[in-house]
């Protein structure tokens, strides 16, 4: 089986269920955005950090795809069975933050992103899941968009900030506090 189509040369892709778009459309930019997370999302579990981590992370990576599927299918067309996004998967999120925070000191500050390579692979990740929330939410305006997709980011990307905390606490690495000039 050959990667390449060919079918993409003139600027449209295909959506699941047939559908031809411009690969500028919403749609492609926010499966697109959501591939993009997945990836560093890959970057970050590939990092020394530890093994719990590792595996809630390839559980954000499954989840992600799944997204980017649903994402990625036509709302009138596609006819094809995409596993679906469940609460519990929101849910994972939040109690995975309550345990790191229960060993992180109290937040009093903004914190600005950096500290090591893996704890700016976690800001990194944070924005463009940011980024991949704005994208759905406004696609969701003008198209069907599972509600608990626009959740689910909203939610993942105070996982990773969260992680980016527990990774320096565990690492003895001081946050790097915003503190405004007056």
Known sequence: ?????????????SLIGGTRVPKHHIRIESY???????SY????????????DKEVLKQIQDRLFTIGSSLAADPERSRMVIPDLN?????????????MNESLPAL???????????????????????RAERITVQLAEESTV???????LNRLSDYLFTLARKIANANKIAENQWIPRV
């Open 87 to 99: 609460m519990s998967d929101v849910e994972m999120l939040e109690a995975e933050m309550d345990t």
């Open 146 to 152: 599972d509600e608990k997709v626009n959740i689910y």
């Open 1 to 13: 089986m050959k990667i390449y189509t060919k079918t993409g040369d003139k600027g449209f892709t």
């Open 108 to 130: 009093r500050h903004f914190i600005l992103p950096g500290g090591s390579n893996v704890i700016s692979f976690c800001h990194i990740a944070r924005c463009v899941c940011r």
């Open 41 to 52: 999302i890959g970057l970050i579990g590939d990092q020394d950090i530890d093994a719990h």
């Open 32 to 38: 697109g955005t959501v591939d993009e997370l997945n």
